[in-house]
């Protein structure tokens, strides 16, 4: 303010300045479209107008910007056939809309259709210029610039890329979106992509179908190649995560795109060179399929097996650059085989002179029929149209045959097919159409999207439009096999279904058809990074490696695996043991001793040979029971003794055979008491020794106290503490039969446990007193002057006994199985036969051989040592 004051003309000056810049500013275009205008390659003026972006060329040339100057448009280059067919088929759907008297009557549908080049960014520049078109606009400044859409819906991209980057540019302005070949599970997202539809399944369904396939053939160890873009890399991942939980691995997984450099594309064919899976899980979209072929075939890269994706498996144009048939057998998914009548006629008919886009149609024109038009810019810059015949725009395309004429793709037409008559439908409801449509109605593309959610109708031919909350149509896919014809060819054979919508276990359903492979092989190729472990073996993983890759490792001794590719061996039952395959159990066999083997029928002979020995003697006994011989020492506790002797005979039957309850308890009491009995008898044979020859001294009064009665007494009252013994261990805990596993691995060991083990070693250490007992009176009375001096064969006996069972106790305890009892047994039998042949054989010697020395003089003289 003060420099105004001091300098009043100046400050005048500059106000009018700033004044006159406002009223300029005012008159300037407040709305303008920054950049070039975008022009369309096919336009149709109508009503209500559509958009359309199709790649009608599938690449572009690599620049490098300086970011000094204005950046040129993209240049496209290699025309795309298959572009343009998409463009015909929303065109024919058009066209048969604007015809039809009850879809939308009194409306006309137009259209514009840009080139989005394979590119994401042009796709985007593209959507933008449908949205907002390409004019200029000018207004007051109180106006805004804000203008409805040009277009109510965009039909389109084919790549799921590009369709991801303009979803994600229109999806706030609510225009639909509807895509014929983006496949891409992320594109279901609709909190990104809010205003996205496709009339093709995700793939979130088809990766995991391949994941099925691959499982049903056996391939658990695999390779995969994937485009390097959204559709190729989230495919790849559902499939990975899909495989992984049906146990198959992938060995490698690398990806690819068409622009990509001679070294990278060398990187993968060397990697699957030094691989050792012969199945290739193909990921890829055909125009990356296209490039990769004729690299495979120069490499020679035959023999494997490849299984692929919806975006090559069904393309002919991929069959027909496999001129070396390295894909033969391939086999894949592919969207189901559709006919709409007309359509393939209407692709057909195109005329260049007719065109709107001169210079596309030329170019498009050019390159179906190899020729040139005299005015076409790129005749005058080529180097060989000299070569080439002159274009009159009135070709026939009878007999030419390339990928434009091919029809294979007529499944993804009808998508677009759809995706016309789905927008077509819903303006047919905001419009309220019956025989006419209100015109006084403005639709605006958010209502049209609402009502393209809930559209639910039936095509021409039949097959019902519709779209689940995610805008994905219901998932429904044909199993393709390449197999090749007798002239060359390879045909698409359809060789199962794979529907979504039925059970998991019913989703997958190969016909029976008999299926090619790799190399026109009719047998399964097997693709494993270990071999199945069969049966009686479990799975080991290998270090370091995916769990596809293991060792099979032989199942232990008692364990079993009755299935394939075990992890783990199970352990059979007790009873059970393990065969030599190691795949089942059978049945232990179970160990006794037994009368029919070898074994048990010697001791039982051995037995029965003691008991017959036994009553031999006393038969001999009883018919010379009035001889000395007989009648010294009592001759009844001879008698008892060799009846005790035939019951320790006998008892050691009860230890052979199928142990039971019974047995297990008699046998043990049986052969303790009989030899108690058996001890107390020698015991008292003994004592009669000592009391005899101490009655002989003067004033000796011994034999009244030891008599006839008080040795049956003394038999009975060690026989009844025995008895005792028995009762008590009877009573509290008995033996009992038992199974023991333990023992033998491989054998049951039927056996009697003891119970309490204090009763079964008081039992023995009772015997053991009595006949350490005996053995110290036998000893004592072993130099009394008799001529026949029982005292000395008792001791002989006695030690014998006592040796016996010293011995038997570690053999015993360190004896396996049935031979611990067969220790048992020869115990019983030897001390028994000690018994026997010590007390009573020399006796029958004298009976039988000397009787001359059986009388009471022989027996009461005095002999020399040497006598007997």
Known sequence: ???????????????????????????????????????????????????????????????????????????????????????????????????????????????????????????????????????????????????????????????????????????????????????????????????FLRTIPSDYYQSRALALLVKHFGWTWVGAIRSNDDYGNNGMAIFTETAQQLGVCLEYSVSVFRTDPPEKIQKIIDIIKASTSKVIVAFLSHMDMDVLVPVFTHHNLTGYQWVGSEGWIFDSQTMKLDRHHILDGAIGLSIAKAHVSGMREFILDVKPLNSTSTDFFTEFWETLFSCKFKQSKSSSSSSSSGNQRECTGHEDLTGVHNSFTDMSLMPIFYNVYKGVYAVAHALHRVLGCNETCNNKVQPDPFTILQHIRKIHFKTKEGDVVQFNED????????????????????????????????????????????????????????????????????????????????????????????????????????????????????????????????????????????????????????????SPIVRANNSELSFLLLFSLTLCFLCSLSFIGQPSEWSCMLRHTAFGITFVLCISCILGKTMVVLMAFRATLPGSNMMKWFGPTQQRLSVLAFTLIQIVICIIWLTTSPPFPLKNFQELKDKIILECALGSAVGFWAVLGYIGILAILCFILAFLARKLPDNFNEAKFITFSMLIFCAVWITFIPAYVSSPGKFSVAVEIFAILASSFGLLFCIFIPKCYIILLKPEKNTKKSMMGKMTPNTL
Request: glycine letters at 6%; charged letters at 20%.
């Open 1 to 195: 303010m003060m420099s105004i004051q001091r300098c009043p003309d100046k400050g005048w000056t500059l106000l009018q300045l700033l004044l006159v810049a406002s009223f300029s500013r005012a008159e300037e275009l407040l709305c303008r479209q920054r950049g070039d205008p975008e022009k369309p390659q096919l336009l149709k003026d109508g009503d209500i107008m559509l958009g359309g972006i199709f790649s009608f060329h599938s690449r572009w040339k690599n620049r490098w910007e300086n970011y000094i100057e204005k950046p040129l448009p993209l240049e496209c280059n290699s025309l795309n056939f298959r572009g343009f067919q998409f463009a015909q088929a929303m065109r024919f759907a058009v066209e048969e809309i604007n015809n039809s008297t009850d879809l939308l009557p009194a409306v006309s549908l137009g259209y514009r259709m840009y080139d989005a080049c394979g590119s994401a960014a042009t796709g985007v520049r593209a959507a933008l210029a449908l949205a907002n078109s390409n004019e200029v606009i000018s207004a007051p400044s109180n106006t805004s610039c804000v203008r409805p859409a040009q277009v109510l819906a965009i039909m389109g991209e084919t790549s799921s890329s590009p369709c991801m980057a303009i979803a994600t540019i229109i999806g706030p302005f609510h225009i639909p979106m509807i895509s014929h070949f983006a496949t891409c599970a992320c594109l279901s997202d609709k909190t990104k992509y809010p205003s």
């Open 471 to 626: 805008g994905d149509p219901a998932a429904k896919y044909e199993i393709i096999n390449w197999q090749p014809t007798e002239h060359g060819a390879v045909d698409f054979v359809t060789v199962g279904l794979y529907d979504a919508s039925l059970p998991s276990d019913k989703q997958l359903n190969l016909y029976n058809k008999s299926l090619i492979f790799a190399q026109n092989s009719k047998l399964v190729p097997v693709s494993v990074c270990s071999e199945m472990c069969p049966p009686g073996t479990r799975k080991v993983l290998q270090k370091g490696k995916p769990v596809c890759c293991f060792d099979c490792v032989r199942c232990a001794e008692g364990e079993i695996s009755n299935v394939t590719d075990s992890v783990t061996c199970v352990q059979c039952h007790p009873e059970f043991w393990s065969n030599e395959r190691r795949h089942a159990c059978v049945k232990k066999e179970i160990e006794f001793l037994s009368y029919e083997e070898i074994m048990g029928a010697l001791l039982t002979a051995a037995s029965l040979f003691g008991t017959f020995t036994t009553a031999f003697v006393a038969l001999i006994f009883f018919m010379h029971r009035k």
